[in-house]
């Protein structure tokens, strides 16, 4: 319901009070100015993909040992904790005369692009300044050190980009609430279409055809591919960038409008940290139990998002890393996750429809759970039949272990679009039902999946090669972990009330989070 606007400014000449007149409604901007900037979403993908591919098997390409590769993954929780709130907080508060938005997307893209420059070159300028590249396994720690410095940057972009992008859609909805779900759909769409072209670039062996300077003494096939794949990137998030921030017109705060939000936040915590721990004080039991299965779940997930290219590699393909039976495996594995993209796509349409057919969104997160420990537990199993048969670098797997494997990557679509979906439903919901705000809420439950990520980015390299390398013992806690959330979200979280979760529907529509 659009709300009437705020009276006209007056003057008071008796007590020389001056009421500052409130900014006028904006209109809601047209379906195709948010979706030009939901596209956006397909070039931050694509690279979100190739990190998740590919990065976990050439850090190890530059000699870092297997159970130190995932510490390298740090960066994503810590920077989702400390970036995405304060780039949210201050681009809500940005004076610029190009908007609010549009200056933090300039330079979340330009960083990608420094970034990525320096993860694909890092070989390449770590031998140029000294690294040793004659003996294959042997760590070379300025390519390192570059990789490292161009992964954090990465994340860090990627986490500035992600948050003035959506915040951007609901700029433009201006309060339609109708436009407001079109234009998260828009960008939901254009993230799985970012998901599909970055892993089917990844998947694609001969890409570096296209340009032959990228392979080099210290950048073999794999990494001369990933090199090729990082320029489509910046090309493709350059193109829709750019498109976005000169079609689509970000109006700069007013002055009336910077007053307005000064008188509020006067009310207000004083930082965005100092409302989010706030939020903590104010959280119902139900809030509690929802971050403690989403917590145990997200131990489940993460050695999957970690291993799953690397497991393909090692296990299934039987290479070590530098080895071709590796760099097929890794491709192959990238290929599965494409696979998994669509599972997810065409999944995420059925969420609602299952969770009223087996008896609400709990139980569904429990059933998918269930499905996950089961997928992760195919692991085992499909190991196992590559080492009977003695899959190696000259013997590849057969096609039955192929097609297990993709089989594997497809079923773990399912469960990844329950557990996209499902959680910050609940927090909706007990949030609304408690009377706590569902921004917060949902923040708060972000630190809930954060937090195991980086738990299971310190202890699953150690963990893995104290039973010897191998990425089994994480896939084996996480079945365990996907097994306990399952029977904990059906057993501990409360099911919701009717009357709670059409409350909870009113303010999603009427706040239009994002």
């Not at 390449?124 to 042997?138: Q, V």
């Not at 799953?308 to 599965?336: C, F, H, I, P, Q």
Request: aromatic share 12%; hydrophobic share 50%; charged share 15%.
């Amino acid at each position: 319901m659009e709300h009437p606007p705020p009276p006209s400014s007056t003057t008071n000449n008796d007590n020389n009070t001056l009421h500052v007149e409130a900014p006028p409604q904006r209109k809601p901007s047209p379906l195709r100015k948010m979706m030009a900037v939901a596209s956006i979403a397909a070039g931050i993908q694509f690279g979100w993909a190739l990190q998740l591919s590919l990065l976990t098997p050439y850090v190890q390409l530059l000699g870092v040992p297997h159970k130190w590769a995932a510490n390298i993954w740090l960066c994503g929780p810590i920077s989702g904790i400390i970036v995405q709130p304060i780039v949210g907080y201050y681009s809500d508060r940005n004076h610029s005369r190009f908007g609010r938005r549009r200056p933090f997307i300039f330079f979340g893209a330009l960083s990608v692009a420094i970034a990525v420059f320096l993860i694909g070159y890092a070989a390449d300028l770590g031998h140029s300044l000294g690294d040793d590249i004659t003996e294959m396994k042997k760590t070379r720690p300025r390519a390192v050190v570059i990789f490292v410095l161009g992964f954090w940057i990465l994340d860090v972009a990627n986490n500035m980009l992600q948050g003035p992008c959506r915040a951007f859609i609901g700029d433009l909805a201006a309060g339609d609430h109708r436009r407001m779900r079109m234009g998260n759909g828009f960008f939901s769409f254009f993230m799985a279409v970012g998901n599909v072209l970055g892993y089917a670039a990844g998947s694609y062996r001969e890409l570096y055809h296209m340009f032959p300077f990228t392979k080099t003494n210290a950048c073999d096939e794999f990494c001369a591919n990933l090199k090729t794949c990082f320029f489509f990137s910046i090309f493709l998030l350059a193109v829709l960038s750019i498109f976005a921030l000169l079609y689509v017109e970000d109006i700069p705060l007013s002055k009336l409008e910077s007053q307005s939000e000064l008188q509020k936040e006067s009310q207000q915590q004083p930082s965005c940290f100092g409302e989010v721990l706030g939020a903590f004080n104010g959280l119902e039991r139900s809030m509690w139990m929802l971050m403690c299965v989403t917590a145990i779940n997200w131990v489940a997930w993460f050695p999957f998002f970690l291993f799953d290219t690397d497991w393909m590699g090692r296990e299934v393909y039987g290479g070590k890393t530098g080895e071709s039976a590796y760099n097929k495996g890794v491709r192959a594995g990238a290929l599965g996750l494409m696979i998994n993209a669509f599972v997810l796509g065409l999944m995420s349409l059925a969420v609602e429809p299952l969770g009223r057919f087996v008896g609400g969104a709990k139980r569904l997160w429990g059933i998918v759970n269930i499905i996950l420990a089961i997928g992760l537990a195919m692991t085992v199993v499909i190991t196992k039949a590559a080492k009977h048969q003695h899959v190696s670098n000259t013997n590849p797997p057969s096609t039955g272990i192929k097609a297990a494997a993709f089989s594997f990557f497809a079923v773990l679509g399912i469960p990844l679009a329950v557990n996209f979906s499902v959680p910050f439903a609940l927090a909706s919901i007990y949030s609304s039902a408690s009377g706590a705000g569902q921004g917060l809420s949902l923040g708060v439950l972000n630190i809930s999946i954060v937090v195991p990520q980086m738990i299971v980015s310190a202890l699953s390299g150690p963990w893995d090669d104290l039973f010897g390398g191998s990425n089994l013992p994480a896939f084996l806690v996480g079945t365990v972990a996907a097994v306990v959330s399952g029977v904990l979200a059906i057993v501990l979280l409360p099911t919701p009330k009717p009357e709670d979760i059409a409350k909870a529907s009113s303010k999603a529509t009427a706040g239009g989070f994002h």
